[in-house]
């Protein structure tokens, strides 16, 4: 399990293809691989991956298999680039986020960028079949970082997270462009909370679930909106 707090970027050193496989050599920030073992996971980007071998001080090896490749935005890494990194959080760990698995749910794309003061927002677009997991308020963690979602809009398909300069200091977030993709990890608790509210009204309603919902999208809202109020803080 990993908090979502962001400890550092490494840079991928090496790359080495084999059939079905790719390794990363990552260099990492001074002092962030103290202790770190064959066999330790670390956030790479959001996604959990597991050291196979340590060259030496501040670097380290990770196999990603094939299938990983493809789900993910790792394929598209060269020897240079950038990644958030986090180790795994140790029992009594202080959860500065919210707990993160490291399995991505689906790949968002930056569509908009905006620079208010002190500021940086991102306007992401992700799939219908998550979105309805994505609320104003709650949380969301892109590429490994768990965020606070300022507003969204659930018909279109997007949200915003806020940056503050701090997050973009850590982060790669600040060398994003509009079309690049992005890991998305939603929220456990709020995916469980949504399904249960939407199996029982199936469950109860049957055929009038349709009417239901016809009902809600007149007053903006859906079925998911109803989960969503009961997960989070009024």
């Keep these: 399990m990993f908090t979502g707090i962001v400890q550092g970027l490494a840079t991928v050193a090496e790359l080495t293809d084999r059939p079905g496989l790719r390794s990363f050599e990552l260099a990492f920030p001074p002092g962030f691989d ?8 670390v956030a790479c980007d959001g996604v959990c991956l597991t050291v196979t071998h340590r060259s030496g001080p501040g670097r380290a090896r990770f196999d990603v298999m094939q299938q990983s490749l493809g789900l993910t935005t790792l394929g598209a890494l060269a020897v240079g680039s950038s990644l958030n990194v986090e180790r795994a959080a140790k029992d009594g760990a202080e959860i500065g986020g919210h707990p993160i698995s490291g399995h991505v749910d689906c790949l968002g794309q930056v569509l908009a960028i905006r620079q208010p003061e002190n500021n940086h927002v ?3 677009g992700v799939p219908a079949s998550h979105m309805r997991y994505v609320f104003a308020k ?31 200091r850590m982060t790669t977030f600040g060398s994003k462009q509009v079309g690049d993709a ?7 608790g709020t995916q469980v909370m949504v ?11 049957g055929p009038l679930l349709p009417a239901l919902e016809a009902l809600l999208a007149q007053q903006g809202q859906s079925v998911d909106d109803l989960g969503a109020a009961l997960r989070l803080p009024g």
Excluded: M, Q
């Excluded at 992005?182 to 456990?188: G, Q």
């Design 34 to 41: 103290a202790g770190l073992d064959i066999g330790a996971s």
């Design 122 to 124: 991102l306007r992401i």
């Design 138 to 168: 709650g949380y969301i963690a892109i590429n490994g970082a768990s965020l606070t979602v300022a507003e969204a809009d659930r018909r279109a398909r997007w949200f915003e997270v806020w940056l503050i300069p701090e997050t973009l």
């Design 182 to 188: 992005l890991h998305i990890e939603i929220e456990r």
């Design 195 to 205: 399904d249960t509210v939407r199996d029982a009204l199936d469950e109860r309603l």
